[in-house]
T-cell receptor, first 119, second 111 residues
C-alpha cells in the first residue's frame, strides 16, 4: 500500500489566490513527521514546512500552512496568495519512528503535485 | 549559510567508467543520505549514514557504494555505471529533530 498519496497530479491556481495541495498518509507508527518539499523546474528540492505527529497546532511558515487532520491521516499544504514563483512540483513526505530515530530515517515521498500559477 | 553541496550538477558519461558524486554539508549533521529520482517512481533512498563510518543500504543500493570517513562528506560511488543508473540524484542531510535538507541535485546520464 502507498504510504504517501498525492491524488492531484496537477493543479492550476490564479495568482494571489490560495490553493490546497492534498496529501494522505498511511502509517501505524504513533510517532512520525510530515514534510512538504518544493521542486522548481531547475530541479533542486526545497524544504517548506514540517508537522510532527504530536504537534498540537498546525504548522505555518510564511505563506505556507499545513492542515493536519490526524484522524483522517491527511496533511494538506495550503499556499496563500499564490505567486508566479510558486509554480513547481510539490512533494509530501513522511518519516516514521520519529521517537526512535529522531530525524535519522528515510523520507518516504509521494508522487508529487505539479502546481501552475497563472497571472 | 547552511548548505548541502553536490558536485557535479550535471554529468554525461559512458557505461563502465567509474564516477564519484561528492556531497558535503556544513551543518554538522550526523545523518546523511542519497536518493535517486526517476519519473513515475518518485524519490527512492539508495544509502544512508547515521554517523562517521556508519553506513547502510536503503531501498535501491545495487550498483552503488558510499563512504563516510568524515562527518561533512558522503560521496556516492558508481564503480561500473550502467544506463539504468541514469537519474537525478540528491544528497540530503539532517540532524536530530531537524528536517532533512537537500543538495541541488546531480543529473547523471550514462550512455
Amino acid at each position: 500500500a502507498q504510504k504517501i498519496t498525492q491524488t492531484q497530479p496537477g493543479m492550476f491556481v490564479q495568482e494571489k489566490e490560495a490553493v490546497t495541495l492534498d496529501c494522505t498518509y498511511d502509517t501505524s507508527d504513533p510517532s512520525y513527521g510530515l514534510f512538504w518539499y518544493k521542486q522548481p523546474s531547475s530541479g533542486e528540492m526545497i524544504f517548506l514546512i514540517y508537522q510532527g505527529s504530536y504537534d498540537q497546532q498546525n504548522a505555518t511558515e510564511g505563506r505556507y500552512s499545513l492542515n493536519f487532520q490526524k484522524a483522517r491521516k491527511s496533511a494538506n499544504l495550503v499556499i496563500s496568495a499564490s505567486q508566479l514563483g510558486d509554480s513547481a512540483m510539490y512533494f509530501c513526505a513522511m518519516i516514521e519512528s520519529l521517537f526512535l530515530f529522531g530525524g535519522y530515517n528515510k523520507l518516504i515521498f509521494g508522487a508529487g503535485t505539479r502546481l501552475a500559477v497563472h497571472p | 549559510e547552511a548548505q548541502v553541496t553536490q558536485n557535479p550538477r550535471y554529468l554525461i558519461t559512458v557505461t563502465g567508467k567509474k564516477l564519484t558524486v561528492t556531497c558535503s554539508q556544513n551543518m554538522n549533521h550526523e545523518y546523511m543520505s542519497w536518493y535517486r529520482q526517476d519519473p513515475g517512481l518518485g524519490l527512492r533512498q539508495i544509502y544512508y549514514s547515521m554517523n562517521v563510518e556508519v553506513t547502510d543500504k536503503g531501498d535501491v543500493p545495487e550498483g552503488y557504494k558510499v563512504s563516510r570517513k568524515e562527518k561533512r562528506n558522503f560521496p556516492l560511488i558508481l564503480e561500473s555505471p550502467s544506463p539504468n543508473q541514469t537519474s537525478l540524484y540528491f544528497c540530503a542531510s539532517g540532524g536530530r529533530d531537524q528536517p532533512q535538507h537537500f543538495g541541488d541535485g546531480t543529473r547523471l546520464s550514462i550512455l
